[in-house]
């Protein structure tokens, strides 16, 4: 089974700080990642997401992630964030082997102070 | 395409009663996830749909609730008798089924039961 943590529940931070969430799943083989947001009220967008190749990727909104294979890590990085970052972030995984059932973290509350 | 269109979007209701929440998945999708998302738990994966057929429904709390997709452009998902802790946002999801694809999420329903 697969399953995923996010080690920070609630950040806050002031505009211009910059930002790293962690995420770790457990899953022994071949996984897709992804970095979900969710603004106050709002659906679940897709932020990143990672599937093979560079394990540094670029996201919108000048969000990336590092995939480090050897520490189960896909941790999300903003190297300045703005009050508009205010939002809860999800990390997930799911495997071509299993149908592409997405599994979550807990998620991690961003509020960002102007 | 309008993306994964569900419906109410809110929804309140008395103890007891029954209730039905509707999907429509991105045409051409044929994975379907139902979430369920409260504070204390966070993001649940509560059943998903591979081609119509229900794959995985471990995550459905109780006999109460109920899920169904009787064709690739349709689910529903049904509790009967609602209960208070019921309360939530319930959120569908679609995807393609196929390798290194991503989950489309709709705008959710937010059921009050009282």
């Known amino acids: 089974a697969q399953s995923v943590s996010q080690h920070n529940h609630h950040v806050i931070l002031s505009e211009a700080a910059s930002l790293e969430l962690g995420c770790n799943y457990s899953?022994?083989?071949?996984?897709?990642l992804f970095w979900y947001v969710q603004y106050p009220g709002q659906h679940l967008q897709l932020l990143l997401k990672y599937f093979s190749g560079d394990p540094l990727v670029k996201g919108i909104k000048g969000f990336e992630a590092e995939f480090i294979k050897s520490k189960f890590s896909f941790n999300l990085r903003k190297p300045s964030v703005q009050w508009s970052d205010t939002a809860e972030y999800f990390c997930?995984?799911?495997?071509?082997?299993?149908?592409?059932?997405?599994?979550f973290g807990g998620g991690t509350r961003l509020m960002v102070k102007p | 395409d309008a993306g994964v269109i569900q419906s109410p979007r809110h929804e309140v209701t008395e103890m007891g009663q029954e209730v039905t929440l509707r999907c429509k998945p991105i045409?051409?999708?044929?994975?379907l996830f139902w979430y369920r998302q409260t504070m204390m738990r966070g993001l649940e994966l509560l059943i998903y749909f591979n081609n119509n057929v229900p794959i995985d429904d471990s995550g459905m709390p109780e006999d109460r609730f109920s899920a169904k997709m009787p064709n690739a452009s349709f689910s529903t998902l049904k509790i009967q008798p609602s209960e208070p802790r019921d309360s939530a946002v319930y959120f569908c999801?679609?995807?393609?089924?196929?390798?290194?694809?991503?989950?489309?999420f709709g705008q959710g329903t937010r059921l009050t039961v009282v």
């Open positions: 997930a995984v799911n495997n071509n082997n299993a149908g592409n059932m997405l599994t």
């Open positions: 045409s051409g999708h044929n994975s």
């Open positions: 999801a679609s995807s393609l089924l196929q390798d290194n694809t991503e989950a489309f």
């Open positions: 899953y022994g083989g071949t996984v897709n």
